[in-house]
């Protein structure tokens, strides 16, 4: 997962999901279920084939606001330039990941 900034979103997330879904994991660094997702969600990215991106909410706060994040961890797919599906929040089992990836349309 690499992270990026507010004003390379557009390129890393906005523009490239054209080509590919695009999971966002919003996180920070004194978040514990973030730290302990972090390693499911992106051997997923692996397995499935989704690009990844981080965005740290605690120092891109107005990202993280503009796009409605009010805890983290939170996951948003974007597909076709623009947010699909509803964000998850908080930690998730793997089963749950799957099944939120699966609803957004990153996999089937």
Sequence with gaps: MHNTHNTAF????????????????????????????????????????????????GTERQLAASESVRAVPTLIVYKDGKAVGSPSAGAKTETALRTFLATAGVWA
């Design 10 to 57: 557009f390129d890393d997330v906005l523009k490239a999901s054209y080509a590919e879904p695009v999971v966002v994991m919003f996180h920070a660094s004194w978040c514990g279920p973030c730290k302990s997702m972090k390693p499911l969600i992106e051997r997923l990215a692996t397995d499935i084939g989704f690009t990844l991106v981080g965005v740290d909410a």
